[in-house]
């Protein structure tokens, strides 16, 4: 596989097009708005959270964010809705 150094890709000549954004323009995307979570909704995806298996990536056991209480899920759910 060839190094190719970014300003020779296809991306950077379709960047280098766009038009600058204004404060007064729109900003079109192709994600859908999700709505954020409830507390609630967090709550629930919590409790279902399956106890005796491997932590993911985040190396967080299941256990310990059960056993954290309204503390941990409170942050949880200000995290999830800052994302």
Request: with cysteine; aromatic share 4%; net charge negative.
């Amino acid at each position: 596989m060839r190094f190719v150094p970014f300003k020779d890709t296809q991306i950077a000549r379709e960047t280098r097009e766009l038009p600058s954004c204004s404060s007064n323009s729109e900003i079109h995307t192709s994600e859908l708005l999700v709505p954020e979570p409830s507390a609630f909704e967090v709550e629930l995806v919590i409790e279902k959270l399956k106890s005796h298996k491997s932590p993911g990536t985040d190396q967080i056991p299941a256990e310990l964010i059960k056993a954290g209480g309204r503390t941990i899920r409170c942050e949880i759910h200000t995290l999830t809705n800052f994302i």
